[in-house]
């Protein structure tokens, strides 16, 4: 039960016919050919619609990849020529040349003659999918616990993909990839981040709803706050007009997990009769919220590729206002009445170690090679010449089915919905 999800839109890339033009045409290069281009296409069309399940879409991707696998790696059972732990680069690697745009970058093209460039990049179309299917379950109006499990489940899965991507694909690209692409470290990095925090979300609101200690919830909210604030961090080096949406929605984030830190803190500190210290931490826990709801405003005027949302209107956000007034309250009363402690000028220090709920990826396996590289493609199709790349174009933004938003409040306490 997270909220307010900022979404970046779908990567675009032109249709591809895999020709063979050299080597022999047999049979089963052929239908090699042909399941690719179908395989493909297939898999663009449904990663437009976050409502597709994953039933669907997760075989399409797997079968792609493998009926891909030859032309990124070696095929040959023959042969254990495993170099860094997976095997040689195949000898077909820059058959095809591959069109692609990036999120951050607009609608112009980069081309590479290179499959573990295709590869990488509809990687993270799935990546970005997962988010996106994520945000579709979380836009019900009453979401039950198995649904809340799915959406943490997709977002470590979301992070999972970016990290194969991270750890698999990019090392071995031809060629660097272009600055601020999705296939840029940092890129990918901020996504990784992004949806560990995301999914870190679910388990501070869990935590809420099944009132576990204010300890607790107050080290889960400000880890999730760092790893927001990591992932602005790391956008920071490219241009404004180019990450400046993505960088606020960011930040906005990270502050209002502060604020939420904060007022869980001030809260044990009060079980811990530690009053002074407790009012000095909520008083903190307010400033937070005030700068949260700034950067919302900022978020919503800043232009970028995400749909524009007003997440300072969602009711977690109004929520937690009242909740730190009310504490706070508290804390000023039996002060005054009980302790009479003075109020540091030092802010209490955030517990950073939460001890269990803290999220990691869900790892990702390259799948075997499609039964068709069996038949020796790979030698027959050697005599294969990089092709040209050719002009870059402008390609249309992806035509993706819009998510819906709720507009009912949220029946439990902490006022998550996940949007």
């Not at 023959?78 to 692609?100: D, H, M, Q, T, Y």
């Not at 698999?168 to 999705?182: G, I, K, M, V």
Request: net charge neutral.
């Amino acid at each position: 039960m997270a909220h307010w999800f900022h979404r970046n839109v779908l990567k675009a890339t032109t249709s591809h016919k895999f020709e063979i033009k050299h080597g022999d045409p047999t049979d089963a290069t052929r239908k090699l050919c042909s399941d690719l281009k179908a395989s493909r296409a297939q898999l663009l069309d449904l990663i437009k619609n976050p409502n597709n399940t994953v039933v669907s879409i997760e075989p399409a991707f797997v079968s792609y990849l493998s009926l891909l696998y030859g032309f990124i790696w070696e095929v040959d059972p023959s042969e254990e020529n495993v170099r860094i732990g997976r095997p040689n680069a195949s000898r077909l690697r820059n058959a095809f040349v591959f069109k692609w745009t990036h999120t951050l970058l607009g609608n112009g093209t980069y081309s590479y003659a290179d499959a573990v460039y295709e590869a990488a990049n509809m990687s993270m179309n799935l990546g970005l999918w997962f988010m996106k299917h994520a945000a579709m379950i979380a836009a019900k109006d009453d979401i039950s616990m198995d649904e809340a499990k799915e959406v943490h489940s997709m977002l470590r899965r979301a992070a999972g993909i970016f990290t194969f991507v991270q750890t698999e694909f990019s090392p071995q690209l031809s060629n660097p990839p272009p600055l601020a692409s999705d296939l840029d470290p940092r890129v990918i990095n901020a996504y990784i981040n992004q949806c560990t925090a995301e999914a870190q979300e679910v388990t501070v609101a869990r935590a809420v709803e099944l009132k576990h200690s204010a300890s607790l919830i107050s080290a889960l909210a400000n880890e999730t706050s760092k790893l927001f604030l990591d992932a602005a961090n790391t956008l920071r080096q490219f241009k404004p007009e180019v990450s400046g949406q993505w960088i606020k929605y960011l930040e906005l984030k990270s502050m209002f997990y502060q604020s939420y830190a904060y007022n869980y803190c001030g809260e044990n500190l009060l079980a811990m009769d530690k009053c002074g210290e407790a009012i000095r931490a909520l008083k903190e826990s307010e400033a937070c919220l005030t700068k949260a709801k700034t950067l919302c405003q900022e978020y919503g005027k800043t232009h970028g590729p995400a749909p524009r949302v007003k997440p300072d209107q969602h009711a977690v956000f109004k929520r937690l206002a009242p909740l730190v007034q009310r504490t706070l309250d508290k804390c000023q009363r039996e002060n005054g009445l009980i302790y009479h402690d003075p109020v540091p000028g030092e802010l209490p220090t955030l517990d950073t170690k939460a001890t269990f709920g803290l999220v990691s990826p869900i790892d990702f396996q390259m799948p075997t090679p499609n039964s068709l590289w069996e038949y020796g493609i790979h030698k027959l199709l050697s005599g294969i010449e990089e092709p040209k790349v050719g002009k870059e174009q402008d390609l249309p933004p992806v035509k993706e089915e819009e998510i819906p938003q709720t507009s009912k409040e949220p029946k439990n306490e902490s006022g998550c919905t996940l949007q």
